[in-house]
Structures are given as structure tokens and as C-alpha cells.
């Protein structure tokens, strides 16, 4: 399972990993190993997302023509997504705090750490590398709907205030990180942590984790956690209910799922210091 840290953290935490930094020429070198890792998780990828993932998806991907024998480099992303919908990416340490998360958001920026994981961690790490962030979300910024929310989400973190960012983070995670959808063809992911990761793409429309029919409210009183399989998913009734959600007023919303509290964790505590749930 493949799936980010929340991206919200105020604190950078401790990561092994170190972006790669590209040369006068914005080129950035990655190793044979390096390549041949983006390489596996593609060919792994690609090989099930067929009648899983949204078309929406599918399009973006298509039109991203993501190379799988090697690391993309991040203009060719941007010369694609700047096109689509004005967005393109930024290049990020592993981990960044939320001011930064909720500024690059705001300006159509998408964070992209750039190093990818290790051979031995090909199907979990905490930290959210290239391949989750170009494979995973990068293709759903390639539409309108999707593109308007996540700037609109960016927008109203830059102005909230730590607790509200809490539940900003918990509806990100239940959208953008680990959303689904009906459509005409039937259920589909359209969420980035769970299309970047192989076990989760399998596990989130089997019959064992519980779906609810999407409400913000809902979702920002839900707690997670980042190192395991979802127990829930949020499930949106059109890719169009983000955009029609952006136009709305998130922050009240906020605020009424402050007012009620959390729900109950579907799920036991981390056992560590409980910094992998929120």
C-alpha cells in the first residue's frame, strides 16, 4: 500500500529521502535503479487500473503520455497540465509544511517530491514520492472539475487557521487522496492514494471496506489512518459534485463538523506515538 503522509503536517517530519535536484537545465539524472523502480510501478499499475479508475482518470493519463521507462521529467507534466486547466507542478522536499501545501494549492502549483522509493519499499512508505504524485494525482488535474476544487481547497487553507486546517485535511484526504465515484460504467476511484497503490486499487471496490455516499460534513468528522487499507470511502455521486462543492461554503462546513466532533475511529489506534492518524 502506497499512500502519502498527510500532506497537511505542520511539522516536516524526519524522511530518508532526499529530492533530487535538477541541473541549470532544470534536468533532473536518475539512476538505472531509480528508473527501473518508476518502470515496475507503472507496469504493475497499468495492469489493473483498466475498469477501476474514473475515465476522467484515464483521459488525463492518456493525454500525460507518462513515460514507463523512466522517471518523467516535470516539464513535460507541466507543459500538459498548463495546458488542461493552468496548473503545473512545484518541485518540494519529501515532506512540506502546510503554509506551503495550502500556497502552491492556491496558485495551481501541485507538490512533487522528486526521488521515488527504494526497490524495498515498492509497496509502502509514508512519504509521498514521484510516482504517487505524478501516476497518482497528476492525471486529475487534467480536469476542470477536479483542477477547481483542489485550487478552491488551497485558497481556503492559506486562510484558516490550524484546527481548521485539520478538518480541510481530513476532507482531502477523503476526496482528492481516497476518493470514489459512480459513474454511468459503475463505481470508480478517482482518488490518488489509492490509485498509486496496487493493493488498495484491488481493495477499495471489493465488498470488505464500507463506502458512504459522499457529504463534507461527514468526511471531515471521520478519522484516518495513513499506514493501513482504508476501512471507509467517501463516494461522490458525479466527478461534478467537487466543483459544485468548491462554489459552496466549505469553512461553514468546517465549522458544523467542529461543532458535532469526530466520529469513531473505524479502526485501532497507531501503535507508535499516534502520528499516523488524524
Not at 465549522?255 to 489506534?269: K, N, Q, S, T
Request: net charge negative; aromatic share 10%; charged share 25%.
Amino acid at each position: 500500500m502506497t499512500v502519502t503522509t498527510s500532506p497537511h503536517s505542520e511539522c516536516v517530519s524526519k524522511t530518508g529521502y532526499r529530492a533530487r535536484l535538477p541541473d541549470d537545465q532544470g534536468h533532473i539524472v536518475y539512476s538505472d535503479t531509480e528508473n527501473a523502480t518508476w518502470q515496475a510501478l507503472m507496469q504493475r499499475q497499468l495492469a489493473i487500473i483498466e475498469g477501476r479508475v474514473c475515465q476522467q482518470y484515464l483521459d488525463g493519463l492518456e493525454r500525460l503520455a507518462l513515460p514507463e521507462d523512466r522517471i518523467p521529467q516535470l516539464g513535460e507534466v507541466d507543459r500538459v497540465l498548463q495546458d488542461a486547466t493552468g496548473w503545473r507542478t512545484a518541485q518540494v522536499p519529501a515532506l512540506i509544511p502546510f503554509d506551503t501545501f495550502f500556497d502552491l494549492l492556491a496558485n495551481r502549483r501541485f507538490p512533487v517530491a522528486t526521488f521515488i522509493r527504494t526497490p524495498e519499499e515498492m509497496d509502502y512508505l509514508k512519504e509521498p514520492d514521484i510516482f504517487h504524485e505524478l501516476f497518482g494525482h497528476c492525471p486529475m488535474l487534467t480536469d476542470p472539475s477536479f483542477a477547481e476544487f483542489t485550487a478552491t481547497y488551497g485558497r481556503l487553507g492559506q486562510a484558516a487557521t490550524h484546527k481548521e486546517r485539520v478538518y480541510l485535511a481530513r476532507l482531502y484526504w477523503m476526496t482528492v487522496e481516497f476518493g470514489l465515484v459512480d459513474t454511468p460504467s459503475g463505481r470508480r476511484i478517482y482518488g490518488g492514494g489509492i490509485i498509486s497503490s496496487h493493493k488498495e486499487t484491488l481493495y477499495a471496490l471489493s465488498e470488505v471496506p464500507e463506502h458512504l455516499p459522499f457529504d463534507p460534513v461527514e468526511a471531515m468528522r471521520t478519522p484516518y489512518r495513513i499506514d493501513i487499507l482504508q476501512p471507509l470511502y467517501y463516494v461522490l455521486d458525479a466527478l461534478t459534485t467537487l466543483h459544485d462543492l468548491s462554489r459552496q461554503d466549505i469553512m461553514g462546513m468546517v465549522h458544523r463538523a467542529m461543532e458535532l466532533g469526530l466520529f469513531e475511529p473505524r479502526f485501532e489506534p497507531a501503535p507508535s506515538t499516534g502520528k499516523a492518524s488524524a
